[in-house]
């Protein structure tokens, strides 16, 4: 026997990628440049690699659950300065976990009833995790705004957005909490790609929060990592921050489910999370890419430069699938269909017609590939 609930996840993008490329054969002369995937390519710090060589022997140690006051205080700290709030409590509204896609699974299993038929909002085009969070707690998404909100216990925000790169405004956050007010509902807000941004910083929850006279964060809870900030997804290593009743419930959960952070990691982090010189160089890595591409994107192409993120979202005149197909076919140029981060609602797939292009390679590649899209595209 095993968990029923497995039976409704669907196939994650990748997979779905995988099986549409299977029978291309594109010309071995061409050099491979992928696309596809938001994994973070330029080098992790040298202060951060050193930080975790320095403090191996925590490896004979059995770290904590809730982790190190150090960690939690630079996480803490970085927050009050970053979104010029008040610094956390780092006891009560502070909790270091292993990167944010495992928190943001975790926390749907925390706090969702589901023996109340709950609901579970999600963005739509999203981030596939929140969808697998939410059958597995025995919820039901619905994929943006619904109809009807009785009955919603979570809503999952992402800004910057994945894939749009769009922002969330102080008037969108008002609006939100007022629902939250209004039906209960718990708010995890991802916010994974917050330090990767252009002319203005992105608008925080906790921020928002502040500003909208809600100091003690109620039902809202941030995630963030280091992943795409710091250039260290292998780290695993991030942060959840908020409601202080929550965290409790959360930190209960995770106690059991054997989800500390290494001591190592715990004193990379603190060297990372104390750290904005590599993040501003990094910020000006992906504005370089971002601005030697966008000029060369013409019709029939589409696309706009986002708020923040590092994914170009681009409209294409066929159909999405067949253009990533034929694309990787003929010039070994990968990106991801926008369909296959959407779901259907109304009859409508919000991600039809769109590629999500990730600009992680090196700027060369990143132009070498909107080239081959251009040239791709005039053929059509």
Aim: aromatic share 10%; hydrophobic share 40%; charged share 20%.
């Amino acid at each position: 026997m095993v968990n029923p609930l497995l039976a409704r996840l669907n196939p994650y993008p990748f997979e779905k990628l995988r099986a549409l490329i299977s029978a291309n054969s594109p010309d071995p002369m061409l050099a491979p440049i992928n696309l596809s995937i938001g994994e973070p390519k330029h080098p992790t710090p040298r202060l951060v690699k050193d930080a975790l060589a320095s403090s191996l022997d925590g490896l004979a140690t059995y770290p904590a659950t809730a982790g190190t006051p150090e960690l939690r205080e630079a996480i803490s700290g970085w927050l009050a300065r970053r979104y010029g709030i008040p610094a956390p409590d780092p006891v009560a509204q502070v909790l270091p976990v292993n990167g944010s896609r495992e928190a943001l699974f975790a926390f749907a299993q925390t706090v969702i009833n589901s023996t109340e038929r709950a609901k579970v909002v999600c963005p739509n085009p999203f981030y596939q995790i929140y969808e697998g969070a939410a059958l597995l707690a025995g919820a039901t998404p619905v994929y943006g705004e619904p109809e009807d909100w009785k009955g919603v216990q979570l809503v999952y925000t992402c800004s910057p957005a994945n894939p749009s790169g769009r922002v969330m405004k102080l008037e969108d956050w008002k609006r939100l909490f007022e629902l939250s007010d209004r039906h209960g509902f718990v708010i995890a807000s991802d916010e994974c790609y917050s330090e990767i941004y252009f002319d203005q910083a992105p608008l925080g929850a906790l921020e928002a929060a502040r500003k909208l006279h809600r100091p003690d964060f109620r039902n809202l809870v941030v995630f963030s990592s280091l992943s795409k900030r710091s250039n260290a997804p292998g780290m695993r290593s991030g942060f959840v921050a908020g409601d202080a009743g929550l965290l409790k419930k959360f930190l209960l959960y995770r106690t059991y489910h054997g989800s500390a952070m290494s001591i190592a990691v715990q004193k990379a982090s603190v060297a990372a999370w104390n750290d904005e010189e590599h993040v501003r160089d990094n910020r000006r890595l992906y504005a370089d890419k971002f601005n030697a591409v966008l000029p060369l994107v013409k019709t029939p192409l589409e696309v706009e430069r986002p708020d923040g993120g590092f994914y170009l979202w681009l409209r294409t005149p066929i159909d999405d699938a067949e253009f990533v197909r034929r694309l990787h076919h003929e010039y070994n140029v990968l990106v991801l269909p926008g369909s296959y981060l959407g779901r259907e609602v109304r009859g409508e797939n919000p991600g039809r017609n769109h590629v999500r292009i990730a600009l992680v390679a090196p700027l060369g590649e990143c132009v070498e590939a909107i080239g081959c899209m251009m040239r791709f595209a005039a053929k059509l």
